[in-house]
């Protein structure tokens, strides 16, 4: 049954946002140097094998013959005509992709993708993630929200938890949940089956604020600090009959699932394998829907962290098929030179790019030897917007121009950086992976 839209009035149209939100969508096509470049939205990066069969014809007939995955479990086309737009959004919709034409950009949601899967967290947050994603689209409000304004549902292990979301909703003991604004700030502690609404309307609460304050407003970070936007949500949702108990711990922070065998309490197995750059062939695309149809849900999950997670198969047959993978080009295990290792698009796809950052990343990783568990991440940037860039501790290579800077960020050795020519770089960037 449709949910009923919030009862709250009707907003005059979205904050003033100096420029406009350009994030592009499945709809709004944005214009690169290859070509035009869709972004298909994935709440929690669930997809069907019909879905990621249908995906892998749509960037075969009408774009590069790839599928990027984003930092944010999503998934974007490249190549693209103009004119291609009419018919992506046709073929999307008859693959069940686009529910909601007015909301298709602003249903960006991350979910942990082991939920359910191996014992750990505290629920399974599925069921949750697909009740938000019908609220948001339910609401004519939120589709005023920005392209890059982001809900988290997390089991309470903390991997998406640590991606900075704007709302978070992180699953807890005995049947709660608790609701975070802005990644780590003090919480509301709720029942569960009150989260995904209240999630809405805290992103409705944003909408308030955002018009009031006015200018660039596309994220909660942007809000004035005198906002006070957690005691406005605590209001609207004791006002809305949702019970809300503060917490002040921020939430804990985990790890993104490890490639490889992942092994659950039902003696079911997930494989969780990595895209090295996070792109992939439709080749490679369609190996992964022949391998999840061979699991018990016949789903996968794409991860924030350019991965994909397949569930339900037994140790056997997971064991095949993590070879298989492997033997595609996947990255399976912490011995790979791939692991960690991320890029921007860069030449010739970006004109802002300085330089040909996947070229240069790919040969530094064929002088690299096998992959480290120890070492920590690295990302390529062609300019310093560094678009898709990791959060936490990681090691920044952003082009100059003349060469790179490598620079440790988010860790006790961060912010200085190194400048290096481009044969060079591979040596920083070992070094600075080394790095703790």
């Keep these: 049954m449709p949910l009923t ?22 709809l709004r096509l944005h214009t690169a140097d290859d070509g035009s470049l869709a972004r298909i939205r994935l ?5 069907t094998c019909r879905q990621i069969d249908a995906l892998a014809r749509v960037s075969e007939e009408l774009g590069d013959g790839h599928l990027d995955l984003t930092s944010r479990g999503n998934v974007q086309l490249r190549g693209l005509a103009a004119d291609d737009g009419a018919e ?30 191996d014992g750990a967290g505290h629920a399974d947050v599925r069921p949750w993630v697909r009740e938000l994603d ?26 998406v938890a640590a991606l900075g979301p704007d709302v978070t909703l992180i699953a807890a003991e005995h049947g709660s949940a608790v609701l975070h604004l802005d990644g780590d700030g003090p919480g509301l502690r709720i029942a569960a089956a009150d989260g995904p609404r209240a999630a809405v309307l805290a992103a409705e609460e944003f909408l308030d604020a955002a018009g009031a304050a006015g200018g660039r407003v596309w994220r909660v970070r942007d809000l004035p600090p005198a906002d006070a936007l957690p005691a406005r949500v605590h209001g609207r949702l004791a006002r809305e009959g949702i019970d809300a108990q503060p917490v002040e711990e921020p939430p804990a922070h985990g790890a993104p699932p490890a490639a490889g065998v992942i092994h659950g309490p039902d003696g079911r197995c997930s494989l969780s394998v990595g895209a090295p750059l996070g792109r992939l062939s439709a080749a490679q695309w369609r190996l992964l829907g022949v391998t999840a149809a061979r699991g018990g849900p016949a789903e996968a999950r794409v991860t924030p962290w350019r991965g994909i997670v397949l569930p ?34 860069g030449r010739p796809g970006c004109a802002k790019s300085l330089a040909d950052v996947r070229a240069d990343a790919v040969a530094a990783v064929a002088g690299s030897g096998s992959g480290n568990p120890g070492l920590l991440p ?26 790179y800077r490598v620079t440790v960020r988010g860790g006790p050795a961060g912010g200085t950086g190194t400048e290096a020519a481009a044969e060079q770089t591979a040596g920083a960037v070992a070094a600075a992976r080394g790095t703790t």
């Design 43 to 47: 709440p929690a990066g669930l997809l």
């Design 88 to 117: 992506l959004a046709r073929l999307l919709r008859d693959a069940d992709l686009l529910p909601s034409e007015r909301h298709e950009r602003v249903r960006n949601i991350v979910a942990s993708p082991l939920s359910g899967l």
């Design 378 to 403: 690295v990302y390529w940037s062609g300019c310093e917007r560094r678009c898709g860039h990791p959060q936490g501790h990681w090691v920044d290579v952003l082009a100059t121009g003349r060469g």
């Design 312 to 345: 339900g198969f037994p140790p056997g047959a997971a064991a095949a098929g993590l070879d298989a993978l492997e033997q595609a080009g996947f990255v399976t295990g912490p011995g790979s030179p791939w692991r960690g290792v991320g890029a921007c698009t």
């Design 134 to 159: 019908t609220r948001v689209c339910a609401n004519p409000d939120t589709a005023m929200l920005s392209g890059r304004f982001l809900f988290a549902v997390d089991d309470g292990r903390g991997d």
């Design 5 to 26: 839209p919030a009862t709250s009035a009707r907003r005059a149209g979205p904050p003033a946002r100096g420029g406009g939100d350009a994030c592009p969508g499945a």
